[in-house]
């Protein structure tokens, strides 16, 4: 009922997540302002994200919501999101993104969503993949199943910030393995991850899965980092 919720927002107000004012009962995660000035990526720069990938992994397309700009406040989500136990915003903001993408076409002959997996040890002590949520507001609106269980991180990797290009890309090398490998062959898959830098994560997991036969890969990341290290 609309009043629990009003009573409940009087007494727990929720606060935008970049500018900090108090949201309103029909707002979520960030005040109208500043979803309005949210950094979205225009689909005319879709292929600047491409081209990270030209000659290290086949992709079929690859997209991305908002910038992720140093210094930038609209940071605040990405951190909710991955430290801060707020993984419905990732739902929310990835619903969005696909209700724009649905309308470009990007989801035509994709079969299956894959969220990249987390180590064991940090999805443990996270509680949560971020990118299960990602995947989840992608599946609502594109209808496209989320298969779960047939990739996984077999190496615990060091953390890549800080760390220069050619680190990173060192950094992943084989760091992803498939478990289940008939369920991915053959098929159109389109690979999740938060925030793209300088690719070198999505694209090792990337190459695990077009070593099988007839296997074909899109990406999708919530953010992107256009500052690339």
């Known amino acids: 009922m609309k009043w629990i919720s009003d009573l409940i927002d009087l007494i727990l107000p929720r606060y935008c997540a970049v500018c900090g004012t108090i949201l309103s009962p029909s707002e979520q995660d960030l005040c109208l302002n500043c979803l309005c000035q949210l950094p979205r990526i225009d689909s005319t720069r879709m292929q600047e994200i491409e081209k990270l ?17 140093k210094g930038s406040p609209y940071n605040n989500l990405l951190h909710l999101i991955k430290y801060k136990n707020h993984p419905d915003t990732a739902t929310r903001l990835a619903t969005a993104a696909a209700q724009e993408l649905k309308e470009n076409g990007f989801f035509e002959g994709i079969d299956a969503i894959i969220a990249l997996p987390l180590s064991k040890k940090k999805e443990r002590k996270r509680g949560y993949n971020q990118c299960d949520y990602i995947a989840k507001g992608l599946s609502a609106v594109s209808g496209i199943p989320v298969l779960k269980g047939c990739v996984q991180r077999t190496i615990a990797n060091e953390t890549q910030t800080h760390k220069s290009r050619e680190e990173r890309w ?8 498939i478990t289940n490998p008939d369920a991915l062959q053959g098929k159109h898959l389109l690979l999740i991850d938060d925030v793209l830098t300088t690719g070198a994560t999505i694209a090792s997991c990337a190459k695990s899965i077009t070593a099988l036969p007839h296997t ?11 500052s690339r290290i």
Do not use: C, D, K
């Open 53 to 69: 990938f030209w000659g290290i992994i086949p992709v079929e397309r690859a997209a991305s919501y908002i910038y992720y700009q």
């Open 170 to 177: 060192s950094n992943v090398e084989g760091i992803f393995s």
């Open 216 to 226: 074909r890969v899109s990406l999708f990341t919530l953010a992107y980092s256009h």
